[in-house]
Each structure stands twice: as structure tokens, then as C-alpha cells.
């Protein structure tokens, strides 16, 4: 699962649009997850296994996930959260991705 969304990286003019959740840790006593997704220019450049663009970062609570808690966390919850959550910089990155 991918998310599909040209964004321009940290005014650099370098474009991702192949956006894959990389990264993700879950502090339960807290009951944060923190997870990471990093684009790649394309989806064949990730296949071809090209290193990733610098990520987006999130910092959600198992509610903002729709969970009662924690420990039923998936893939795709993160990616939800990642279309409906602001991500760390305060911008709501995904909410008009594809699917890839």
C-alpha cells in the first residue's frame, strides 16, 4: 500500500509522489504511535530500490486512529490517519491522495 500525491520536498524543486510508510513506534503507556512516510519520485524507483526522498512525520493518539487503544494498530489506520491528521509540521498532507 502506497499513497499517491506529488508534493515538493522542503523547497528543494525535488518531487515525491510515491508516499510509503516506512517507519512506526508505539509508546502504549502514552498511547502515541509516531510513524513516518517517505516518498520516492516514483513507485518503480522504490521497486527498483532507489533510497527514499526525507519523510513526513506524524504524532497520533489511538482516538485520532479510531482505536480504543494501542495494540490493534495497522498499516492501514496510519495510512487513514496520514490522510486525515496533520502530519508533525501542522499540514494535512494526504487528504486528496490515491491509493498506490
Not at 527514499?52 to 489511538?62: E, F, H, S, T
Not at 482505536?67 to 490517519?81: E, G, N, R, W
Amino acid at each position: 500500500m502506497a499513497l499517491i500525491k506529488p508534493i515538493e520536498i522542503r523547497n528543494t524543486g525535488l518531487v515525491a509522489t510515491y508516499w510509503r510508510l516506512t517507519h512506526c513506534q508505539i509508546d502504549h503507556a502514552a498511547g502515541i504511535a509516531e510513524f513516518r512516510l517517505h516518498g520516492y519520485p516514483t513507485r518503480e524507483a522504490r521497486l527498483a530500490g532507489k533510497a527514499p526522498l526525507p519523510g513526513i512525520a506524524y504524532r497520533v493518539q489511538a482516538g485520532a486512529l479510531g482505536l480504543p487503544d494501542l495494540h490493534a494498530v495497522t498499516s492501514a489506520a496510519l495510512y487513514a490517519a496520514a490522510r486525515s491528521q496533520p502530519a508533525s509540521d501542522g499540514v494535512v498532507w494526504f487528504a486528496d491522495a490515491e491509493e498506490g
